[in-house]
């Protein structure tokens, strides 16, 4: 499992691939993997995030149907990082300049 934070999901989400340097493509490209393949667990709090800073209505709506969903919240992340952790949970982020 993999949670990914904040900055890598704005790159991902809200930039437009011809804006991305060649790192940055890198970076989405692993993010699309891996949500392909299950493996990406995205945080309730991440998700209000990401969503809070869209402007566009129509943006809003395509980023918040493609985001996965989420049960986790404050109340229970502690919990269940600890197992995940113990799981070999990776945490993913970069610098928070990239929003």
Known sequence: MVLVDTPIWCLSLRRSSSDLSAD???LTQTL???VRGGQVQLLGVTRQEILSGIREEAQFRRIRDHL???NWTLKTMKKRLA???AAD???WSVHPSIC
């Open 24 to 26: 940055e493509k890198d």
């Open 32 to 34: 699309s993997e891996l």
């Open 68 to 70: 996965p969903t989420s």
């Open 83 to 85: 197992s995940a952790i």
């Open 89 to 91: 949970v990776r945490v």
